[in-house]
């Protein structure tokens, strides 16, 4: 009865390889978010959608491609990863339409993945 | 620009003993802050908010922080640190029409039996 899961926890992957994680949430939240925690902790949003559309996408290389079939999953793809790429990718959700000031962000526990 | 600042990379405390975790902003427009806790190998927690009234804002887990709208700080204290509060504490403030969270650099908070 996890409320927001990613799949998988780790990702080890050679570089020029696609991969792609996957984000659920069972919380009957109306936008979810994608951020990337760097090495040194940092925490960085790079997408939000809100009911399948896309409202929020930061400036990211457009080899990051999230994808959204319906309001309860939002999956990353990943062309051609890089060495840089390597990080913690958070999936979170929020209910609303994210536009709401108080609303508070609900994470899943991160993916780890590593480029070699 | 809005931004976040965590000046202290790590705080250690003594357990029994009362913490802050020090957070300074700046936005333009009404600030709204945030507090979240990162355990090991786990995505964030929300622990608290301001948005608006009584600065004093008390939150999850004993916690509680203190806007000061003039030194333009929201630091996070507790009264009697446990040593399983020992984590990850981002600060966050909202920035734009949609919910974009701008989170600080993150203060790991070891506490020490």
């Known amino acids: 009865d996890t409320a927001v899961s990613q799949t998988p926890k780790y990702l080890v992957t050679q570089m020029g390889n696609d991969k792609s994680i996957k984000c659920e949430q069972n919380l009957g939240h109306d936008t979810m978010y994608w951020y990337k925690q760097d090495s040194k902790k940092f925490l960085k949003i790079m997408f939000s959608?809100?009911?399948?559309?896309?409202?929020i996408n930061e400036t990211v290389p457009n080899r990051f491609s999230p994808k959204s079939p319906d309001k309860a999953h939002l999956n990353l793809h990943i062309n051609s990863l890089e060495l840089g790429d390597s990080a913690v990718y958070f999936c979170?959700?929020?209910?609303?339409?994210?536009?709401?000031?108080?609303?508070?962000?609900?994470f899943g526990s991160g993916t780890q993945l590593s480029v070699l | 620009a809005q931004s976040v600042a965590q000046p202290e990379d790590q705080v250690n405390v003594a357990e029994g003993n009362p913490l802050t975790v020090k957070c300074t902003y700046s936005?333009?427009?009404?600030?709204?802050l945030f507090w979240y806790v990162q355990y090991p190998n786990r995505g964030l927690q929300f622990l608290l908010k301001y948005i608006t009234g009584d600065n004093l804002v008390k939150g999850s887990y004993g916690f509680e922080a203190e806007f000061n709208k003039s030194q333009t700080s929201f630091h996070l204290k507790k009264p009697s640190a446990l040593v399983s509060d020992s984590a990850l504490y981002f600060c966050?403030?909202?920035?734009?029409?949609?919910?974009?969270?701008?989170f600080g650099a993150g203060t790991r908070l070891a506490v020490h039996p």
């Open positions: 979170a959700s929020s209910l609303g339409t994210g536009r709401a000031i108080n609303e508070k962000l609900f």
């Open positions: 959608y809100n009911n399948k559309e896309l409202i």
């Open positions: 936005v333009s427009g009404n600030p709204y």
């Open positions: 966050a403030v909202k920035s734009g029409g949609y919910n974009k969270l701008i």
